[in-house]
């Protein structure tokens, strides 16, 4: 999690101060005609039981093409959320898009590695009720069905 992490510190925000659940929802903006996105950040929130506050963690974020459905993911590794902060940017400029890519989707926890109840933008819970048997990885797919569901 970087040369700054305390162990301490993880240990009490995840398991002597807590409870519950956090919510993660990406803030998105782009041109709905293009699919060219401008900005990305994560909002993260708390839950509504438990005795919760933010917690730190790692995920990845995948990416779907609108243009072509089935083709793999554009993946965002190793974003690092802080327990300080609800706003996390994501930098786009190192960001390689395909030719002719066009974003439809945005999944924040690809792969599963978050412990976080995952919320949809508009735009992407679309995409994935009309597309989600073209998420090859059975995992982020069961996630997303499980997170359609929430």
């Known amino acids: 999690m970087g040369p700054d992490f305390n162990m301490d510190e993880w240990l009490r925000c995840w398991l002597l101060d807590t409870s519950g659940i956090n919510t993660l929802e990406p803030v998105v903006e782009y041109d709905h005609f293009t699919g060219q996105l401008s900005s990305l950040k994560i909002k993260q929130?708390?839950?509504?039981?438990?005795?919760?506050?933010?917690?730190?963690?790692?995920l990845d974020?995948?990416?779907?093409?609108?243009?072509?459905?089935?083709?793999?993911?554009?993946?965002?590794?190793?974003?690092?959320?802080?327990?300080?902060?609800?706003?996390?940017?994501?930098?786009?400029s190192a960001i390689f898009l395909p030719a002719g890519f066009v974003l439809g989707a945005v999944y924040l926890n690809e792969g599963g590695y978050a412990v976080a109840k995952v919320r949809f933008d508009s735009a992407s819970r679309d995409w994935f009720?009309?597309?989600?048997?073209k998420v090859a990885d059975p995992l982020t797919r069961a996630s997303i069905w499980r997170q359609l569901w929430l």
């Open 61 to 92: 974020i995948g990416l779907y093409n609108r243009s072509n459905p089935s083709e793999k993911p554009v993946i965002i590794k190793d974003v690092v959320l802080r327990d300080y902060d609800q706003d996390t940017p994501i930098d786009l």
């Open 45 to 58: 929130g708390l839950g509504m039981r438990g005795k919760n506050r933010l917690k730190i963690q790692k």
């Open 129 to 133: 009720t009309s597309n989600l048997e």
